[in-house]
C-alpha cells in the first residue's frame, strides 16, 4: 500500500514537468496561434530607451529638487503644530508648491 502510494506521488511528480514543457507542442486540430502583431517581434527599439532630443537644462531641475526636498523637510514640524492644534499659516501654501515642483520635475523627465 505504501509503496503504491510513493509509486503515484513519483509518476504526479514526474508529470508536471513534462506537462509543463509541452505548452509549445503543436497538438494535431488545433489551430495554430495568430502571428504577433508586433512587427519588431518584442525587440525593444533603440530610439525608446534614449532621452528625447529636447535639450532639458539639467541645473535648473537640479535647483527645482533641492528646492522640493528643501520644502519637503519641512512639513513633519508643520504637521507636529497641527498636532497640537495650531495650523501654520503656510503648510498649505508649501503643499501645493511640493505638488507643482513634483509634477514640473516628472513633466520634464517623461514627457
Known sequence: MIKAALLA???????????????DV??????????SLDPDHGKAASDETRLPQQHIDV???????????????????????????ILPKDVIEKLKRIEKLSKRLRSELNP
Open 9 to 23: 506521488l513519483f509518476l504526479l511528480a514526474c508529470l508536471f514537468p513534462a506537462a509543463a514543457q509541452m505548452k
Open 26 to 35: 503543436y497538438i494535431p486540430g488545433a489551430p495554430p496561434p495568430p502571428p
Open 59 to 85: 541645473a535648473k531641475l537640479q535647483r527645482e529638487a533641492d528646492d522640493l526636498a528643501r520644502t519637503a523637510q519641512t512639513i513633519p514640524t508643520d504637521l507636529a503644530d497641527v498636532r497640537q492644534g
